[in-house]
T-cell receptor
């Protein structure tokens, strides 16, 4: 079966531009997470979705960051007015539901802001 | 504020040796402690996990040792192989929450 997929795999943008990153979770997974991995760092939680709602947005670093999920499936992370410090690998994960432990990660989107 | 502290940052072990990676935490509200393995260009994958009511869990060559009183847990890889070369992350999850809090990662290299 297909795992979590993310697109694009790489994105290079100029400072000040907006970007959209997409995540397709594993079919049937109701929980979806976004994390950010900066060079040489651990993963930093951004946002958690259960279905289409986001009960935990505590990790979004600023109001330039937003995310939505539609149809309980695909999610989009949007970064407005990108800054150089936004450069990182953005990872998406999904799991069966709120009481399931294992999170399955996608390969990530490497974002470079010039 | 680093809620889960991981060490060492990098580790080199000879083939057949034991690799040991350590993590420490402060918050006693954590109730689930997974270890993830990440190869270059890939997302992390769950390797093994433990809950605080258990002191040790073993799966094949991988063992988690958990010391609740010291608030520390470690990953032991027995008979380390070159294919184990990867970055390893410990993590923790707050009781009732869903997000994982990750350590900084350890880059493990197994020399043949």
């Amino acid at each position: 079966g297909a795992g979590v997929s993310q697109s694009p795999s790489n994105k290079v943008t100029e400072k000040g531009k907006d970007v959209e990153l997409r995540c397709d979770p594993i079919s049937g997974h109701t929980a979806l997470y976004w994390y950010r991995q900066s060079l040489g760092q651990g993963l930093e939680f951004l946002i958690y979705f259960q279905g289409n709602s986001a009960p935990d947005k505590s990790g979004l670093p600023s109001d330039r960051f937003s995310a939505e999920r539609t149809g309980g499936s695909v999610s989009t992370l949007t970064i407005q007015r990108t800054q150089q410090e936004d450069s990182a690998v953005y990872l998406c994960a999904s799991s069966f539901g709120r009481n399931t432990n294992e999170q399955f990660f996608g390969p990530g989107t490497r974002l470079t802001v010039l | 504020q680093q809620q889960v502290k991981q060490s060492p940052q990098s580790l080199i072990v000879q083939k057949g040796g034991i690799s040991i990676i350590n993590c420490a935490y402060e918050n006693t509200a954590f109730d689930y402690f997974p270890w993830y393995q990440q190869f270059p260009g890939k997302g992390p994958a769950l390797l093994i996990a433990i809950r605080p009511d258990v002191s040790e869990k073993k799966e094949g060559r991988f063992t988690i040792s958990f010391n609740k009183s010291a608030k520390q847990f470690s990953l032991h890889i027995m008979d380390s192989q070159p294919g184990d070369s990867a970055t390893y992350f410990c993590a923790a999850r707050f009781q009732g929450a869903q997000k994982l809090v990750f350590g900084q990662g350890t880059r493990l290299t197994i020399n043949p």
